[in-house]
């Protein structure tokens, strides 16, 4: 699961009992040598499926982390292409890929932006969120968004219960839920607090039309369902 490159198991130790934000500043220069990275795969069919949504101006990565989102917005934004993470030592690795980035540190339930992009994109980012705190995420990004702009981000389909990938899911959020009763700082990652209902409902609320449509390209199930979704959230009330 790990290359050589990546942390070690001590690394990913003290991380983990740091608190978010300097958790990531430790991870940052082995950050992309770990799975948590967004695959390239992954980048290459959202661009694709965003591409005929556009054309697109400028464009905002939320929690860009080392800014693998920024290839995407660099693909479809005919302007300015703006990172924002509240993690210094992970923007630090994103301006060295992407140098002509605007790159902004700042925490994503208080956005310090006008209504300036057409475009916003995340990548694996929002079990960061609990959910009492996504509406408040929601409104901060569709204040960011021009109107008529976008919000989107592919969305995985969760496993089969009973499965491999849902007992690992199940026993990780447990084990974070058992590290924050016990330990402080709190370090917020969750996978199972972040489901399309409740997700599509917030959305709804905090003023976007919300569709979402098959990443074809990842591939569909057993059942026949895609194996993500690329969730698209129109800005349509001021």
């Known amino acids: 699961m790990f290359t050589p490159q990546g942390p070690t198991v001590r690394e990913l130790t003290v991380q983990a009992l740091s608190s978010v934000e300097r958790g990531y500043d430790l991870l940052a220069e082995k950050f992309d040598a ?28 939320l929690c860009c982390g080392t800014g693998a989102g920024l290839s ?36 994503a339930l ?37 109107p008529g702009g976008l919000l989107a981000f592919p969305l995985p389909a969760p496993p089969r219960v009973g499965s491999l990938p849902y007992w690992t ?27 399309l209902a409740d997700v599509r409902e917030r959305l709804t609320r905090a003023g976007f039309a919300v569709e979402t449509r098959p990443i074809d390209a990842l591939g569909r199930r057993e059942d026949g369902s895609p194996r993500c979704r690329l969730v698209v959230a129109r800005k349509t009330a001021v």
């Open 169 to 195: 899911l199940l026993g990780f959020d447990a084990a974070m839920r058992v590290r924050n009763a016990l330990w402080r700082p709190p370090f917020v990652m969750y996978y199972r607090t972040f489901r």
């Open 34 to 61: 770990t799975p948590f990275r967004t695959s390239d795969p992954m980048l290459s069919a959202v661009t694709d499926a965003l591409r005929p949504l556009g054309p697109f101006d400028a464009g905002l990565d």
């Open 72 to 107: 995407v917005l660099r693909s479809l934004c005919a302007g300015r292409v703006t990172g924002v993470d509240f993690s210094a030592g992970m923007l630090a690795e994103a301006g060295r890929a992407h140098p002509t980035a605007t790159l902004v540190r700042a925490d």
């Open 110 to 146: 208080a956005l310090p932006f006008a209504p300036a992009f057409d475009l916003a994109v995340s990548f694996g980012a929002f079990g960061h969120f609990l959910p009492k705190d996504q509406p408040t995420l929601f409104r901060q990004v569709h204040a960011s968004l021009r």
